[in-house]
């Protein structure tokens, strides 16, 4: 829905009253309930032939609307049904039942961005079933936010409508029993997440204050957030170390996208014969999709993070050139 639709619909529910505006709700997404609610706290006073104006706009249109069921959870059911073998459908929504269902309810009413956290260390298939169960603007947010390379094959795991074997749903169900049991991230985990939310300027800004007050902290959160352009601020041995970590196809398609600092960052520590041979592999490696780039980056990201966890790069407390 537009911005201009948003609002019209906060002003129509503003218009209905509290009990309307409830039974509505119940039918809405989080993300919808959510989005509406933002803009009735922002309308100010409504006049009263603006309530008339918008009233009138709403039954000429639902005077063209044909009627529709909203039992959204009959249509997932049915559309699983479609999707996947009937046995194996009829399966996933028995497992999936009052235990599953209220869980996967439950964790449709976190951020996006949550979500997204939770479910990329799991394989693309139960990612897929656990989107195929949640509204489709929270799921499609959640995939939004998903690494390039779990995004692709979770949209390849839905389009090719797999079912889920035993261990799978096992696994799923394994999963769900754990999200009312995880604690939310405290303390450094928790800031490290909510910057790997915000934007590139605001991060840097932010990071760049507590510097002054706190600079091992700081050091700490962007070790927390590292992305593969931030191996050109590694010392020399912490390039080392990742180049023996990192699978050589990844990093050409990584490099592929740079912007030529890193290549030369990461070539200074190697040998001429090593480095020549690297460059001569990014000269023919041809055109590479953006997709696959953005997916050698992410992997060579996750890699840059798991030695700085495990110690085995020191990660420095002040930015180096």
């Known amino acids: 829905m537009s911005q201009a639709g948003t609002q019209k619909a906060a002003a129509l529910l503003l218009a209905l009253g509290e009990e309307a505006t409830a039974a509505v709700f119940r039918y809405l997404s ?24 918008i009233l009138r706009d709403y039954h000429a249109e639902a005077a063209e609307q044909t009627g529709f069921a909203a039992d959204t959870g009959r249509f997932l059911d049915e559309t699983l049904k479609r999707a996947l073998n009937p046995e194996r459908a009829q399966m996933l929504l028995q497992r999936l039942g009052a235990g599953g269902a209220q869980a996967l309810e439950k964790l449709a009413w976190r951020e996006p961005a949550e979500i997204a956290g939770l ?10 079933v656990v989107c195929a169960r949640l509204p489709r603007d929270v799921a499609a947010a959640v995939l939004e936010l998903l690494p390039g390379k779990t995004r692709a094959d979770t949209l390849s795991s839905l389009a090719h409508s797999d079912a889920p074997d035993a261990g799978m749903l096992g696994e799923l169900d394994d999963w769900l029993a754990t999200l009312d049991q995880g604690e939310p991230p405290q ?20 990071l760049g204050q507590l510097d002054q007050n706190d600079a091992g902290l700081a050091a700490r959160l962007r070790a927390r957030n590292l992305v593969f352009e931030d191996l050109m601020r590694l010392p020399e041995a912490g390039r080392k170390t990742f180049l023996r970590n990192v699978g050589a196809r990844t990093l050409l398609h990584a490099l592929k996208g740079s912007d030529g ?9 190697m040998s001429p014969t090593a480095a020549r041979r690297m460059k001569d592999d990014l000269d023919t490696l041809g055109a590479v999709p953006v997709t696959a780039i953005q997916a050698a980056q992410d992997e060579a990201g996750a890699t840059l993070r798991r030695l700085v966890a495990e110690g085995a790069i020191d990660y420095p407390e002040e930015e180096t050139a």
């Not at 600092?261 to 520590?269: D, E, G, H, K, S």
């Open 119 to 128: 479910l990329e260390t799991q394989p693309p298939q139960l990612i897929a």
């Open 30 to 53: 989080p993300l919808e309930v959510g989005r509406l609610g933002a803009a009735m706290r922002e309308l100010e006073v409504l006049p009263r032939e603006r309530v008339r104006e």
């Open 187 to 206: 303390g450094e985990a928790a800031a490290a997440r909510l910057l790997g939310q915000m934007s590139p300027g605001s991060v840097a800004a932010a």
């Open 261 to 269: 600092r890193v290549f030369a960052a990461l070539a200074a520590v």
